[in-house]
């Protein structure tokens, strides 16, 4: 960006005013769901950021961890969310579950948590009454037209 303000690092401020259409932000660095609790308000952050910006989910480290260790947590985690097209939780924890496996310490794949909803978005549904209406109204129109079918045979 050839903006002078612009400092090239994403800020929490910055991150507010995104509208993000992501599934998935993943903050793979160390302490990334940590933040400063504010009374009432809980812990603000990056990850209550990009929540707000719209991101459904977010995944986090909760503490330090190493970069080889990260890095082979987010190869199995990509593998299995991409290419295996897993939903997130279960591709989080087929990682953590194979990092386990290979002796790694609870300290080193621990830490990445996912937070926010892991679900896909619902689907807008018509209220119950919208259906109760319809319904009344299908049985009102079907005994008017057998009213009527009766009426033209006595006529």
């Known amino acids: 960006d050839e903006n ?78 991409i290419e295996e097209r897993l939903p997130v939780d279960v591709a989080l924890q087929r990682a953590q579950l194979a990092s386990l496996a290979s002796g790694a310490s609870v300290h080193e794949w621990a830490p990445f948590i996912l937070m926010g909803s892991v679900a896909a978005p619902a689907r807008a549904s018509w209220p119950a009454a919208l259906w109760i209406a319809i319904l009344v109204g299908l049985f009102l129109a079907v005994r008017w037209a057998l009213r009527a079918a009766a009426r033209s045979r006595r006529a």
């Open 4 to 81: 002078p303000a612009e400092d090239g690092i994403l800020q929490t401020h910055e991150i507010l005013r995104l509208d993000l259409a992501a599934e998935l932000v993943v903050l793979s660095a160390c302490n990334t769901g940590l933040g400063r609790i504010a009374g009432g308000e809980g812990v603000l952050g990056l990850t209550r950021a990009f929540l707000h910006a719209g991101a459904p989910c977010v995944l986090l480290s909760l503490w330090e961890v190493g970069d080889r260790a990260t890095v082979d947590l987010m190869d199995a985690f990509y593998r299995a969310h």
